[in-house]
Nanobody
Framework: QVQLVESGGGAVQAGGSLRLSCAAS????????MGWFRQGPRKEREFVAT????????YYTDAVKGRFTISRDNAKNTVYLQMNNLKPEDTAIYYC????????????????WGQGTQVTVSS
């Protein structure tokens, strides 16, 4: 079992930055592909970013390319999401997930989830 705990969310104005963290316990995440998803009000959970096991490959949804950066520190069993130039449409609950393998854009492929952290961006 892998337990995931997100932190770092908050309320910021448009153009601001936040850094989300996802701390894992129970098992090393080095053998898991890690992803960040978000879910806005009355919306389905949507893919934001993913990072490969070693951190050598990253993928982003088009809406956040150039603004968000996903990274991981396997020694600390932690994944990060640096979010810059935030926009009101980025407002959502952000979740991190872990999966062994599969379609990284599909939340149903993920085996473990955190409880989420709220990000609110005001204009």
């Amino acid at each position: 079992q892998v337990q995931l705990v997100e932190s770092g969310g908050g309320a910021v104005q448009a153009g601001g930055s936040l850094r989300l963290s996802c701390a894992a316990s129970g098992r090393a995440i080095s053998s898991y592909l890690m992803g960040w998803f978000r879910q806005g009000p009355r919306k389905e959970r949507e893919f934001v970013a993913t990072i490969s096991w070693s951190g050598g490959s990253t993928y982003y949804t088009d809406a956040v390319k150039g603004r968000f950066t996903i990274s991981r520190d396997n020694a600390k069993n932690t994944v990060y999401l640096q979010m810059n130039n935030l926009k009101p449409e980025d407002t959502a609950i952000y979740y991190c997930g872990a999966e062994r393998a599969g379609n990284y854009r599909n939340p149903r492929e993920y085996n473990y989830w955190g409880q989420g952290t709220q990000v609110t961006v005001s204009s």
